[in-house]
């Protein structure tokens, strides 16, 4: 049971909540996850593709702290209404398909590619769910990694998968 928390506590309680959503049922997972796709969506159709990678990469960090931290203050582990790890992980779903665009299209720096499809934003998103929800190996062993990590990792490479997925279905 929670006791009064301090006000820092209680803010990076709300960012690992994904500003609310966490608490959202039922399935809050799925409810950051959205919001992680809003994100992404933000990222890919507003961003050059350099931006995109660097917004991208700069959230992992301060997520597995701030994971982290969250877990101690509710004294579990990988709780489930923290969903600052699908919010920061959703964009990764989309790191193949830029660097497909990138590299076999225009160019590692170009930044007016198409964009994805809206099929490819729905498919990232049920395959991101699916990869975690089921956790195959070694998604799942991802887990294991103390704190923060194990909250984020696991999301990361989950996104990853369905990331190589999404490149290899026949979408644009």
């Known amino acids: 049971m929670l006791m009064r928390m301090n006000p820092t506590d209680q803010r990076l309680l709300w960012i690992a909540q994904g500003f609310g959503c966490g608490r959202m ?11 992680g796709l809003a994100w992404a969506a933000f990222l890919v159709l507003a961003c050059p593709h350099w931006l995109y990678w660097i917004l991208s990469a700069a959230a992992v960090p301060p997520a597995i702290w701030i994971c982290g931290r969250a877990e101690q203050i509710l004294g579990e582990t990988d709780p489930s209404s923290v969903v600052l790890d699908e919010i920061v992980a959703m964009p ?16 590692p720096l170009h930044s007016h590619l198409a964009h994805p499809s809206l ?18 190996p070694p998604i799942r062993q991802l887990q294991r990694l103390p704190g923060g990590w194990g909250v ?3 999301d990361l490479v989950a996104a990853g998968v369905a990331g190589v997925v999404l490149v290899l279905l026949p979408l644009r």
């Open 92 to 107: 990764f779903c989309f790191c193949p398909w830029l660097l497909k665009q990138s590299f076999f299209f225009a160019g």
């Open 25 to 35: 049922r039922p399935a809050p997972g799925t409810w950051g996850s959205a919001m």
């Open 152 to 154: 984020v990792v696991d």
């Open 119 to 136: 099929a490819s934003f729905v498919v990232a998103f049920a395959l991101f769910r699916f990869f975690d929800v089921v956790k195959p």
